[in-house]
C-alpha cells in the first residue's frame, strides 16, 4: 500500500493532512480495507472541538462501526457533506476522501504522529505480513 | 433450530476436555463456606397426571366470568382465536433469534409487518421490533433522545403512567440524567403547558407525555410538540393503550413513539409478557435500540428479509452499543401482529368506537350518581371518578357480585383524594355497567 508521503498517520488509522493552520483528516486505506463496505459516516457539526486522542464521529461499514479518534485538537471548520450520501467515496479513494477539516489548536501535536513509512511499518506488523 | 439440554455424555466429555473429574471438582476454587451444601428448595417431580392435576386446580383461581373495570396500562379486549392456533405452531414458538436470514425468513416476515403496521397506526417512519414493554420502551425512548440531543435532562408529564415514571428513575437515576415532572389542569387532566413552558431550557433533551395519558385524558400533541420543538428538544410520546390509535389522531408531531401493544392481541397474565414498541422518524435510525428487520433482495433478485443496522447492536458494538438491549418480544408482536391483520383497517376503528361510547355511556351514568373528574378531558376508555368513599371498600363489595372495579389513584395522586380510574372495553356489557354503579352505591 502506498500512503501519500505529505500525511501524518495515527495507529488508529487516521490521515491527518497540513494546510497552513488548518488541517483535515480522513481514514486510511488499509483502515477501510479492513471494515469493508462502508454504508454511513457520522460527522460532527461545524464548530466542534475536536481533542486529541477523543472520538469525533464514527465509520459503518456493513460489519462494524469504528469510532473515529481525533489525531489532533482543533475546531471544525468543515465537514465533507459529500459522504452523507456517498460513504463508499472512502471505500473507493481513502486518502482522498477527506471527513473534517479543522483549524488546529497545536501544530505540534502534528509532528508526534506517525510518518508514512512508520505508520506502513506498523500496519505490515499489525496485519501480520 | 434444536435446543437440547446437556447430556450426562456431554457432561462428562466437558469436564474431561477441560481436567477435572466432577462437577463439585470443578467448583473447587471457591470456598467451602460460600458453597450450597444442601438441595435446591425446589418440590420434587411430579408424574404427568399430578401436574395436570396441579394445573387444573390452579386455574381454579383465575378471575373467570369477572366482569372487569382495570385498565391503566393493562387491557382486557377480546382476544380473537386464530391467534393462539397461530402462534403455537412449533415454526413460531420454538424458533430463537433470527440471526439467520437463510432459515428464519418466516419469523423476519412477519416482524417486518409488525414494524410496517406499527409505522402505520403511530404515522412514524420507521419502527423496531419490539422491546420488554410500554415502560421500558419509554426509558429508551429517553435515552435515544439524549444520544440524539446531545443533552441530558428530561422533561416528565405527571400524567405518565406512574410505574413507566419508576422505571425509568431506575433507568435514570445512577447516571447523572436529571428529571423534571410536570402537573396536570385541573379541569381536563392534560398537561399543565404554561408548567411545562417553564419546566424547559435548553438542557431539556426530551419532554415525554402519554397520550391518552394515566387518567385517560388525550393531550394536545400539535401544541406540546411545537412548544417542545421550539426549545430544540424532542418529543416523546408514550402511548398505554394501543387501541387508542384506532380512533385518536396518531402523534404525528412527536419525533420518538413509545407503544405498548398489550392491546393487541396479548393476554392479561400475571404482569406479562407485554410487547413494547418503538417507532420514531428516520434520521434517528442509527440512534434507536433494539433490533430491525428489513426487506432486502438475496442474489437472485428474490425479496428477502434480514435483520439490519446491527451494528448498533451489542453483539457487535458491544459497549458503545446504542442499548443493551439485544433482543425483542418476537412471539408476543407475533400475536400483535395476527390481531392487527385479523381487525385491520376498519375493524380497529369500529372496535374504538365501541370502546369509545361505552365509557362514554359509564361516564355518563356515574356522572349522575358521583364526580367525575376532569369534566373538559377529551377521551378514549378510561375516566377518573371521585367517590365519597375509599375505592377500595367499593371494590370489595363489587368483588362480592363478581365485578372488578377501577383502579384506586391514591397511592399515585394522594391529592385526588378517594378517586379510582376505570376502564370500559368492547368487553364490558351496558348490563355489567349498570351493576356495576348500582353495586357501588349500596
Not at chain 2, 365485578?403 to 364490558?428: D, H, Q, V
Request: proline share 4%; glycine share 8%; net charge negative.
Amino acid at each position: 500500500m502506498a500512503f501519500p508521503a505529505d500525511y501524518r498517520y495515527t495507529r488508529e488509522h487516521e490521515w491527518i493532512k497540513l494546510d497552513g493552520n488548518q488541517a483535515t483528516i480522513g481514514i486510511t486505506d488499509y483502515a477501510q480495507n479492513s471494515l469493508g463496505d462502508i454504508v454511513f459516516v457520522e460527522l460532527p457539526k461545524i464548530g466542534d472541538e475536536l481533542s486529541v486522542g477523543k472520538t469525533f464521529g464514527s465509520v459503518e461499514s456493513v460489519k462494524a462501526v469504528s469510532d473515529l479518534f481525533a489525531p489532533a485538537s482543533g475546531k471544525v471548520v468543515a465537514v465533507n457533506q459529500e459522504l452523507t450520501n456517498a460513504p463508499e467515496k472512502i471505500n473507493s479513494d481513502a486518502h482522498g476522501a477527506w471527513i473534517v477539516r479543522i483549524q488546529l489548536s497545536d501544530a505540534d501535536e502534528v509532528n508526534k504522529l506517525l510518518s508514512p513509512q512508520d505508520y506502513d511499518k506498523y500496519v505490515q506488523e499489525e496485519g501480520g505480513h | 433450530m434444536r435446543y437440547l439440554p446437556k447430556s450426562p455424555a456431554d457432561r462428562e466429555l466437558m469436564l474431561s476436555e477441560i481436567g477435572v473429574h466432577s462437577i463439585d471438582d470443578f467448583f473447587k476454587a471457591i470456598p467451602g463456606e460460600y458453597r450450597l451444601n444442601r438441595d435446591l428448595k425446589v418440590p420434587r417431580q411430579m408424574a404427568e397426571s399430578e401436574i395436570i392435576d396441579y394445573f387444573r386446580e390452579r386455574s381454579q383461581e383465575n378471575a373467570a366470568g369477572y366482569a372487569v373495570f382495570l385498565g391503566a396500562g393493562a387491557y382486557h379486549h377480546y382476544r380473537p382465536v386464530i391467534i393462539d392456533a397461530l402462534v403455537q405452531r412449533g415454526e413460531f414458538l420454538t424458533s430463537y433469534t433470527p440471526y439467520q436470514a437463510e432459515i428464519s425468513q418466516g419469523t423476519l416476515q412477519a416482524i417486518f409487518e409488525f414494524q410496517t403496521m406499527i409505522c402505520e397506526l403511530t404515522a412514524m417512519e420507521i419502527a423496531n421490533a419490539s422491546m420488554y414493554d410500554g415502560s421500558t420502551g419509554a426509558a429508551e425512548a429517553i435515552l435515544m433522545a439524549m444520544r440524539i440531543t446531545g443533552r441530558h435532562e428530561s422533561v416528565i408529564a405527571r400524567t405518565v403512567h406512574p410505574e413507566y415514571r419508576e422505571v425509568i428513575h431506575t433507568y435514570l437515576h445512577h447516571r447523572d440524567m436529571p428529571m423534571r415532572f410536570v402537573g396536570y389542569r385541573e379541569d381536563s387532566g392534560a398537561i399543565n403547558l404554561e408548567e411545562l413552558e417553564r419546566a424547559l431550557s435548553d438542557q431539556t433533551a426530551c419532554v415525554l407525555i402519554q397520550s391518552p395519558n394515566f387518567f385517560g385524558s388525550v393531550e394536545d400533541v400539535d401544541a406540546i410538540a411545537a412548544m417542545v420543538h421550539r426549545r430544540g428538544a424532542l418529543l416523546v410520546v408514550s402511548i398505554s393503550e394501543a387501541l387508542s390509535l384506532g380512533i385518536v389522531k396518531p402523534p404525528v408531531e412527536a419525533d420518538i413513539v413509545s407503544l405498548e401493544a398489550q392491546s393487541f392481541g396479548v393476554p392479561l397474565g400475571f404482569g406479562g409478557p407485554y410487547d413494547g414498541v418503538l417507532a420514531a422518524k428516520e434520521k434517528y435510525v442509527r440512534q434507536m435500540p433494539g433490533r430491525l428487520v428489513g426487506e432486502t433482495k438475496d442474489k437472485n433478485g428474490t425479496r428477502g428479509y434480514v435483520l439490519t443496522l446491527s451494528t448498533r447492536e451489542q453483539h457487535i458494538r458491544r459497549e458503545k452499543a446504542t442499548s443493551n438491549i439485544c433482543t425483542n418480544q418476537a412471539l408476543v408482536a407475533l400475536m400483535s401482529t395476527i390481531y392487527m391483520n385479523v381487525y385491520g383497517r376498519e375493524g380497529l376503528r369500529d372496535l374504538a368506537k365501541q370502546n369509545l361510547a361505552k365509557a362514554n355511556y359509564a361516564a355518563t351514568q356515574f356522572g349522575k350518581k358521583g364526580k367525575v373528574l376532569f369534566p373538559k378531558a377529551k377521551r378514549f376508555n378510561e375516566f377518573v371518578v371521585q367517590s365519597k368513599e375509599d375505592p377500595h371498600a367499593i371494590n370489595d363489595r363489587l368483588l362480592e357480585k363478581r365485578i372488578i372495579g377501577g383502579l384506586s389513584l391514591r397511592k399515585f395522586y394522594p391529592e385526588l383524594g378517594n378517586a379510582a380510574l376505570w376502564c370500559c372495553t368492547e368487553m364490558n356489557t351496558r348490563d355489567q355497567i349498570d351493576l356495576a354503579i348500582e353495586a357501588m352505591q349500596a
